[in-house]
């Protein structure tokens, strides 16, 4: 009963600020105008003035700016001591700790200059992944929503963010060394040290009580010792901040349990697939059975507490045909779906040929959803905001490939190759990294006996500098080599996803 009236209550008061602020602040998305800065084309442009109307209408409040408050409401605590506005933002950092104190960074000129830049629709200073969404038109993946509720106060954020540490349990095949200790160590890299030491959390002790909302990622957050001691903090000091975390669903034991019961926990839950074998496939060293009845208990707590359990699912290359059942799964469960964008190598459904992406459309537009509830029908509308995310990757890409047609149209003189020959071409250029050479020449055995080279690709190999070999090859196996030189026999270009 008391969740049914949060969603009542919810509802009635965001459709009464979306009214008001469609009536009283039209300006915010009729007269919409890029920043000068903003790194797009000028057809781009046009496109986003077209997109920035519609996503202002449809964002959870209406219209208003900024077009994203997380510079006013919001700090992100990211690993290496950067202090950035977001997790899709790190490249705009305010300050690094422990060199910045993190009240000092909240309370520098930077944030105000991004600020001012949002207020623009400039989306240059590290902002191009909401950008980029709203140009998709998925509007619902667009971060900044996450924040439009969140008010500015004069005692600092109201939301803050943890990334402090990668310790993991789990090596998933989409991530890397950087986000899992057990990938870093399963390769024999150094281990990670958090430049968050104990004087931080004194450090932030004082901005803590006035928290709406704390985030902790990992790594996996049940793993992590510091963040027991920021929740004791947050727990004794602000018992009615919520305490949001993204956990992989792994790890229940007692003192998880106790700890539930002290604090305003909202749980996030990985699960990138429904079956078994392809679970922990993806998810490797992870128990599909012991996850699945993980989220039950966290379901079980949210719910006596009045809060809520979200499934986060990574539609992938190897998992993309599972993701209506997903949706239909958190619906029939009455918890929240997040769809993410991936761009690991071998993972992003970018890498997808213009017609692979078509399928992926086609059966995504063709699966109905029965949705009577609140959640059901918010679920259905980020599902069918990340199919128009595929369209418009589809359009793209098919793009690209009429371009290449046509550039193989225009560059139809070809010239008989051996492998011998184009490994000589690449070997005057590599006398100073015989170790370099050495896996090039075994790469080369995988070619075929001869092919075809057109001038456009000769002319390319004969452009190509020493470093620019040394950065592309040096990291790969003879396999992968073999792989791009094959890719770039095959369409002129080293990586399928090169424009």
Known sequence: M??????????????????????????AYRNVAIGVNDDISESEKAVLLSQLKEYHRSRPLGPGLPVCRAPMASIYFGFNGDMVPC?????????????????????????KQLLEKLNGHDFSYGCQHCRNQILAGNFEGVEAR????????MHG???????????CNLQCVMCHAGFSSSIAHAQGLPQYISPYDDSFIEKIKPLLKNLKVAKFLGGEPFLIQSYYRIWDELMQGNPECFINLQTNGTIYNDKIDALLKKGRFQIGISVDSLKKERFESIRKNANFETVMQNLEKFIKYTRKNGSFVNVSVCPMQQNWDEIPDLVEFCNSKGI??????????????RELSARQLFEVYNQYNSHTFSAGTYIAKRNVRFFRS???????????????????TVWMEQNQRRHPYTPDGLFSMIQVKLQLHPPLLALIEKAILTLPERFFLSDYQLDLVRALSETEIVDAVENL?????????????????????ES
């Open 2 to 27: 008391k969740r049914k009236l949060q969603y009542i209550v919810y509802y009635v008061s965001d459709s009464l600020s979306r009214f008001f602020n469609l009536l009283f602040r039209r300006k």
């Open 87 to 111: 997790c899709f933002n790190r490249s705009y950092v305010y300050g690094t700790y422990p060199q910045t104190n993190p009240v000092d960074a909240i309370s520098g000129d930077k944030r």
């Open 146 to 153: 996450l924040y439009d509720r969140m008010k500015k106060t």
């Open 157 to 167: 954020p109201v939301e803050m963010i943890f990334e402090l540490d990668n310790t």
């Open 336 to 349: 929240y779906i997040y769809l993410n964008t991936v761009y690991t190598e071998h993972f992003d459904l």
């Open 386 to 404: 990340f199919q128009q995310q595929v369209w418009s990757w589809y359009q793209k890409k098919q793009l690209d490939e009429e371009k290449y």
């Open 477 to 497: 196996s003879a396999e992968e080599v073999g792989q791009m030189l094959m890719n770039f026999i095959e369409m002129g270009r080293f990586r399928p996803d």
